[in-house]
């Protein structure tokens, strides 16, 4: 059986995940991508069926109670992780072999559950050792407890786990992109290096906005934590110093590309892409929920703002609840607004209880963001200080098109 095509002939989203499809429709249409191969979903299920785990994996989701759960969960997920790779699958494997491997799951970037975030990539894999852990860590991240919890909010099934193994983008910076925004425009979010911190929400992005035509409208300068100490210690905020990643050139190409994307699929789309010093390379394009512009209660005008990165949905109002850690998410209460610093796809789960959330870092193209939009929860991200600002308890708007929150004296 033949496991891996090169990625231009995984069009087949039912054997290759949407992630995959997408990006070989990309590449067929003659747009840039970093080419590569793609692991067919089949190799896992067979992976699965070579360890003896299939039964296990059929009871997480039949099982009468949650530990019994986690249990055949856990038992999937170490099996994946620490045992042998079959070796009909690894021959195919070896032959293929490049410095990246990204997952491709059945049930990632569909239009209601994009999954942004939830599964595994890696990057710079040097060795075979690497790169067979990669396959494996990818494989078993269809069964983290993460994407458990996503997937029961999302009331989805695990199906397999398809892979794309790519050469490394050696790029100078990267970012993502919305084809359109709630006022029809484009914007484009970049920083420096690779673009894990910007989809991971570490960082706030230069942010641009673009007319329909490429144009430049707005641009605002990024931001950067220059310590990540946990609630003990203070969070210094600084201006980043470097000049912007992008060029007007660099800009209306960009502005370009989405347009021929969504032109591609017949909707707005969500890109990410690097640039190298061989130009601009499209990484993946999910489809995009664009919401209309809400109407403030005119009584918010009165009151204190911050203004960031708008994750692109609605309006909300609650009492804020400021965290400074992952650790303290249980003090988040129903209808609260979750006022915090770093904005990464782990706050996923808080979602069904949140009327809002306000982060110091990230920006409109990051994970969390897209995670928001698909859930229509307002966001506000990059907002400066916000969680010292802020005062806990008091009640606070969020304005996730205009990217605005205010907050009431308490």
């Known amino acids: ?42 190799a896992y299920r067979t992976q699965l069926a070579h360890l003896g785990l299939e039964e296990d994996a059929r009871r997480v989701f039949s099982a009468e109670d949650r530990p019994a759960a986690r249990r055949h969960a856990l038992q999937v997920k170490l099996g994946l992780m620490q045992q042998p790779i079959a070796p009909a699958i690894l021959e195919q494997l070896l032959q293929i072999r490049e410095t990246v491997v990204r997952s491709s799951a059945l049930v990632e970037d569909g239009a209601g559950a994009s999954f942004a975030g939830q599964f595994q990539s890696y990057l710079g894999l040097e060795t075979e050792e690497d790169y067979l852990t990669a396959v494996r860590a990818c494989w078993a991240s269809l069964w983290s407890t993460r994407v458990l919890r996503y997937m029961a909010m999302n009331r989805v099934e695990p199906t397999a786990m398809a892979l794309i193994v790519q050469p490394l983008v050696r790029a100078r910076c990267a970012g993502g992109g919305l084809s359109r925004t709630a006022e029809g425009d484009m914007l484009v979010n970049a920083a420096a290096g690779p673009g894990s911190s910007v989809a991971q ?21 990024g931001a950067n934590y220059h310590s990540m100490n946990c609630r003990h210690g203070r969070r210094a905020f600084s201006r980043l110093l470097a000049a912007p990643p992008l060029d007007a050139e660099q ?42 512009a809400p109407v403030p209660d ?42 915090t610093t770093v904005a990464g796809p782990a706050l996923a789960e808080i979602f069904p209880r949140v009327a809002g959330i306000v982060a110091e870092l990230g920006g ?21 200080d916000a969680a010292r600002r802020i005062p806990d308890g008091a009640m606070v708007a969020v304005d996730g098109v205009a990217g605005v929150v205010r907050w009431m004296q308490p």
């Open 364 to 384: 409109s193209t990051s994970h969390l963001a897209s995670l928001a939009r698909e859930r229509g929860v307002p966001m506000v991200l990059g907002a400066p």
């Open 251 to 292: 800009l209306a190409e960009l502005g370009l590309l989405m347009r021929k994307v969504e032109d591609l699929f017949g909707h707005p789309v969500e890109i990410e892409w690097a640039l190298d010093d061989t130009g601009i390379k499209l990484l993946q394009a999910r489809p995009l929920s664009v919401a209309e």
């Open 201 to 221: 929400g570490e960082v706030v992005p230069d942010r641009y906005v673009l007319d329909r035509s490429g144009a430049l409208k707005e641009s605002t300068a």
């Open 1 to 42: 059986m033949t496991f891996t095509v090169p990625i231009s002939g995984a069009t087949d989203a039912a054997r290759f995940g949407p992630k995959a499809a997408r990006l070989a429709a990309l590449g067929n249409a003659g747009l840039p991508t970093p080419g590569g191969f793609c692991v067919d979903a089949r």
């Open 298 to 339: 005119e009584i918010w005008l009165k009151h204190p703002r911050l203004s960031g990165h708008p994750g692109g949905v609605g309006w909300g109002t609650g009492r804020a609840r400021v965290v400074s850690c992952e650790c303290e998410l249980e003090r988040v209460a129903p209808g609260d607004v979750l006022v």
